[in-house]
């Protein structure tokens, strides 16, 4: 006599591993195989797009460290303005209004030159 087993009385193949059913067993393993494949499809674009971060993250810190040295040499160069400019308020007074007073003739007689050729 034979024994009864698992499968028996079933044809050959549709059962899977550990005595369940191909048809449930394979949906089920298609699933996870269909999950996987998202999450490993989820996982690329984060990892693509943490690196693009990053690109950015250096060009943007290259931008603002060109920027500082543009700034420290522009505050250098009003310094060294602000720094003439002092000088010349303390220099002498009647040099800078004799100086004014020639450019205001100049500009006089020749307005008055132009006028009168009219």
Known sequence: MR?????????????????????GYSACE?????LTESLRNK???IKSLSI???HEVKHQNK???????QFDSTTGFLGKT??????????SQTKLLCYMMLFSLF???VIYW???LR
């Open 82 to 91: 602000m720094g003439k400019l002092k000088l010349l308020s303390r220099g």
């Open 114 to 116: 132009i006028i009168k």
């Open 3 to 23: 024994r009864a087993g698992l499968g028996e009385g079933v044809p050959p193949g549709n059962y899977g591993n550990y005595g369940y059913p191909n048809s």
């Open 63 to 69: 931008l603002l460290a060109e920027m500082d040295s």
């Open 30 to 34: 298609e699933e996870n195989e269909r």
């Open 43 to 45: 996982v690329t674009a």
């Open 107 to 109: 500009v006089f007689f």
């Open 52 to 54: 693009e971060i990053g």
